[in-house]
């Protein structure tokens, strides 16, 4: 089955157009016509007051996706499931867990916060779908279940742990992305892309059996990489012939240049408030 009509909107990003609040953190509204997903609700701070200004209803939210658990991803929960009373959640059973960014011997709690925890856990089992495989969520759109890991020179992109004394590393499983199938080809979000985007474009491949990518938007999260990674990141990029890369909050501005640089106008980098028709 291929989705209808297209458009994607950036309701939440690092940057952001005239009259929008910027934010760390991502969230996109997903519309094909019969199905509206939030794929992610940033922080929280920004989500409604972009939304309400791009004329998005978020009481019209049928899915909430969350790419992973670390809370500029999942602030707007509460936001979100007051506001749309029908909205079914999809996320790995890993986003609730406890997880930390250590730097220089000081942790920082990442984790989902505790208000988002706790609107999760109000939601009845009907309305909760946790996700620890691959499936299709509406017609032509799926959502990947967890990565494999295959490429030796990806991996989470920071010293990221699921203790505040740093002796137990967070691989991040619950990472997953969100695919469409449309006329045009694959259009395929990413929130964080912890699993490394090759990774997880490989695996979109194999599960949509489609190999023409017409849009990847979303963080790549290649902001700390070290240029051995981008250079062969990039040259594994080719490998999917992207169409179109958005690049958006995580993915950093150093990464951004060097996608510009080899991919030229194919490179779109993103910003609340962007609109995009397949």
């Known amino acids: 089955m291929i989705a209808p009509k297209l458009t994607i909107t950036i309701v939440v990003d690092n940057q952001a157009g005239d009259g929008l609040r ?5 969230s996109l509204w997903i519309d094909d016509g019969d199905t509206r997903i939030l794929f992610d609700t940033g922080q929280g701070a920004a989500l409604a007051d972009n939304a309400g200004k791009l004329k998005i209803g978020l009481e019209q939210t049928d899915i909430l996706v969350l790419s992973h658990g670390h809370y500029d991803h ?58 620890p495989r691959a499936r299709l969520v509406a017609r032509g759109i799926g959502l990947t279940g967890p990565i494999p890991r295959q490429t030796d020179y990806e991996d989470t992109g ?9 002796r137990r590393a967070d691989p991040i499983k619950d990472d997953l992305a969100l695919w469409i199938r449309t006329e045009q080809g694959l259009v395929v979000c990413v929130g964080c892309c912890h699993a490394g985007i090759v990774n997880t474009l490989k695996h979109v491949f194999r599960l949509s059996g489609i190999i023409r990518l017409r849009a990847l938007i979303g963080g790549l999260h290649l902001l700390n990489a070290q240029e051995e990674r981008l250079a062969q990141t990039v040259a594994a990029l080719h490998d999917f012939a992207p169409e179109l890369i958005v690049p958006c909050h995580c993915t950093g501005h150093k990464a951004t240049q060097l996608l510009t640089s080899s991919f030229g106008e194919r490179v779109v980098p993103g910003r609340a408030g962007a609109r995009y028709s397949f």
């Open 74 to 131: 999942t602030g707007g929960i509460p936001l979100v499931l007051k506001a749309a009373r029908k909205a079914k959640v999809y996320c790995h059973p890993g986003v609730v867990q406890p997880r930390y960014s250590t730097r220089n011997g000081t942790a920082k709690a990442i984790h989902m916060p505790r208000e988002s925890m706790a609107a999760i856990d109000k939601l009845p089992a009907e309305k909760l779908n946790w996700m």
């Open 158 to 166: 920071g010293p990221f742990f699921l203790d505040p004394q740093a």
């Open 22 to 26: 910027a934010e760390h953190g991502l």
